[in-house]
């Protein structure tokens, strides 16, 4: 079965760049035709997808977020990340990374595999 897990460091100072991980296990971001997004939730709100990396390598950002977000892949570790840009306390959120068949957007029940979710805190 697939299997997400999120990593990267739990607190980011603003005006820097949030960087996270996804790792996958028992399939691959390659050769498996799925759409592997980063999502986030920050406290009391609810999700937003920030974007999204196709197994072909082709990407996908959401229009709010484009100009401060990449998204890249290392398919020999089964691996995608996140750089989110500039951040401000605004960007304090629970990351997710996710996996769908297409490119699920904020269309939740697309969605087949999620990761645990990672707590990042933009802060002084």
């Known amino acids: 079965q697939v299997h997400l897990q999120e990593s990267g460091p739990g607190l980011v100072k603003p005006s820097q760049t949030l960087s996270l991980t996804c790792t996958v296990s028992?399939?691959?971001?390659?050769?498996?035709?799925?759409?592997w997004s980063w999502i986030r939730q920050p406290p009391g709100k609810g999700l937003e997808w920030m974007g999204a990396?196709?197994?072909?390598?082709?990407?996908y950002y959401s229009p709010f977020l484009k100009s401060r977000t990449s998204i890249s892949r290392d398919t020999s570790n089964n691996q995608f990340s996140l750089q989110l840009s500039s951040v401000t306390p605004e960007d304090t959120a629970e990351y997710y990374c996710a996996g769908s068949r297409g490119l699920g957007g904020d269309n939740w029940s697309s969605y087949s595999y999620w990761g645990h979710g990672t707590q990042v805190t933009v802060s002084s």
């Open positions: 990396i196709a197994y072909t390598g082709t990407t």
């Open positions: 028992g399939g691959s971001i390659a050769s498996n035709t799925y759409y």
